[in-house]
């Protein structure tokens, strides 16, 4: 999929390919940096306090399983709900768990959610239109933390 098959509102946000699926761009990585010797275990180098981004998937597509080592938390801003399926903290997703991030309370969606650190994750939309939300992941996003399913 191509950047001129996003929608209008989508191109004005200057989106980048993800490499799990969708399309993103950085809007926030923290000044304030956290030192190796201060993070939690398991993390090579330091890192921002915390980073976010703007993530579109659009419809029929579905992010890749993967995990992050921090705590990411997804927040609904417009389009489709989205389905985020937890699938665990093994080497491999196990079953997975859905958790609908959007706007409709009453039908017991989420504007926002949380992805606790090593957990898999994938995504997608639910319905016939593009979905926008934000990802905050603290400590910062780094590639050096992201894991792709093999």
């Not at 940096?33 to 090579?44: D, F, K, Q, R, S």
């Not at 990411?72 to 859905?98: F, N, S």
Request: net charge negative; with cysteine.
């Amino acid at each position: 999929m191509s950047a001129s098959e996003l929608p209008d509102w989508a191109k004005s946000l200057d989106l980048q390919p993800h490499p799990e699926g969708g399309w993103f761009r950085e809007t926030w990585r923290s000044e304030v940096g956290l030192p190796n010797a201060v993070l939690p275990a398991g993390y090579t180098g330091d890192r921002a306090a915390g980073t976010a981004i703007y993530f579109v998937l659009m419809p029929g597509q579905q992010s890749a399983w993967h995990t992050v080592r921090s705590s990411e938390i997804w927040l609904h801003h417009r389009g489709a709900p989205v389905q985020l399926d937890l699938g665990g903290d093994g080497e491999a997703p196990g079953d997975p768990t859905p958790i609908i991030v959007g706007p409709d309370i009453e039908a017991e969606q989420q504007p926002q959610a949380l992805v606790p650190p090593g957990v898999w994750q994938r995504a997608r939309p639910i319905g016939d239109e593009a979905a926008l939300v934000s990802c905050v992941v603290v400590p910062g996003f780094d590639f050096a933390d992201f894991r792709l399913e093999d």
